[in-house]
């Protein structure tokens, strides 16, 4: 068991629980936030907050002691309201403002960006261990899974009606779903 991390939005924090013992111990990651809504961690310890008040993604490294801040480069973000990080440090950012989800793949010290899928009311998005990508479309709440409709790892498939719209302009196959929407 590690430890846990809450995005304490009403408070414009990012909290730590640490397990000692029986007992958790809580310290404050980050308090100069605006609206944080969504956090992740990757396999090294460092966390990702979504900064969605600064229209921004942070990543806070541990240091001793101490957590460094940097922002994540990426193009102009609009409410980044969810984030995942997969094994391989590549960073998903839920940007609903654009109608967009983003992919930073960390190269050399940056990042590479990808648009991995855009279509209007896209909101969370989780990475299992496998590095499956899964994404929520308000429209219609739902899971949109970009890995399990026999796509392959550079195709990316999702259920919102909008969204299939958006896949098909860019010459993807469609795509059926749990109510038969192509």
Do not use: H
Request: with cysteine; hydrophobic share 35%.
């Amino acid at each position: 068991i590690g430890n846990v991390y809450i995005a304490d939005t009403g408070n414009n924090r990012i909290l730590k629980e640490t397990l000692s013992g029986d007992t958790y111990t809580q310290s404050i990651v980050d308090s100069s936030l605006s609206d944080p809504k969504s956090i992740a961690a990757d396999s090294v310890g460092d966390v990702y907050v979504a900064d969605t008040g600064n229209n921004r993604v942070l990543e806070e490294t541990l240091s001793g002691c101490i957590y460094n801040q940097s922002t994540i480069p990426t193009s102009t973000l609009n409410l980044p309201i969810n984030i995942a990080v997969d094994a391989a440090g590549v960073i998903y950012i839920s940007d609903p403002g654009n109608n967009r989800v983003l992919k930073e793949i960390p190269a050399g010290g940056s990042y590479t960006e990808r648009v991995v899928v855009a279509g209007s009311g896209l909101s969370a998005i989780a990475v299992d261990g496998n590095g499956n990508v899964s994404a929520l479309c308000f429209q219609r709440p739902r899971k949109i899974d970009l890995a399990r409709a026999s796509w392959t790892n550079r195709d990316y498939a999702v259920t919102c009606k909008k969204c299939i719209q958006a896949m098909k302009s860019r010459n993807a196959r469609p795509i059926p779903t749990a109510d038969g929407a192509k």
